[in-house]
């Protein structure tokens, strides 16, 4: 087996082992918390409209956004850092059709692994900070997958050099 089609299925893998545990942890100690905020602020909001309190209702609709906020984020990762992480094994079980050399072929593996972590460590790290940061991690990860996945696919409708040497 190919050095980048080992990375790609193996860091495939161990990626999908980190989403789903990190699922996991998400789904025991902090899920239910999360849903408990997002009731409670929308309940109060509610409340606080049936009681004709704009200042109260606007504090619970704000608490409400910003726990909806961070639920949606860590959702989001756990999914993305599966849904890449099978992409990446797909991937890595049909790149020896990628017609580069493994030099390059490793490189663009990298990059579809590097991308595939960092893009949704960059929405993670959303919950903590709404900055232009955490953002830019998140669209630099995206646009290395990018990148990477239209480098492979510009190595497998390239001709290969050796076989028309034949």
Same mark, same amino acid.
């Given at each position: ?10 860091? /495939?893998? #161990? ?7 990190? &699922?996991?942890?998400?789904?025991? =100690?902090? *899920? ?50 599966? /849904?890449? #992480? ?7 079980? &049909?790149?020896?059709?990628?017609? =580069?050399? *493994? ?64």
């Amino acid at each position: 087996m190919s050095r980048s089609r080992r990375l790609l299925i193996v860091g /495939g893998i #161990a990626l999908a082992v980190w989403g789903m545990s990190y &699922g996991l942890w998400y789904a025991v =100690f902090a *899920e239910h918390q999360a849903l408990d905020n997002i009731g409670a602020s929308l309940a109060g909001s509610f409340a606080a409209a049936a009681e004709r309190n704009p200042v109260s209702m606007e504090t619970s609709l704000e608490h409400y956004r910003e726990a909806k906020y961070i639920y949606d984020r860590q959702v989001d990762v756990h999914g993305h850092w599966i /849904g890449l #992480a099978m992409l990446l094994i797909v991937l890595g079980i &049909g790149f020896d059709r990628v017609n =580069f050399s *493994e030099r390059l072929k490793v490189f663009l593996a990298l990059g579809l692994l590097l991308g595939a972590v960092i893009f949704p460590l960059g929405v993670l790290l959303q919950t903590l900070s709404h900055g232009a940061f955490p953002r830019a991690i998140a669209i630099a990860g995206s646009a290395l997958v990018i990148a990477a996945l239209l480098g492979s696919a510009a190595g497998v409708v390239a001709r290969d050099s050796s076989a028309g040497a034949g």
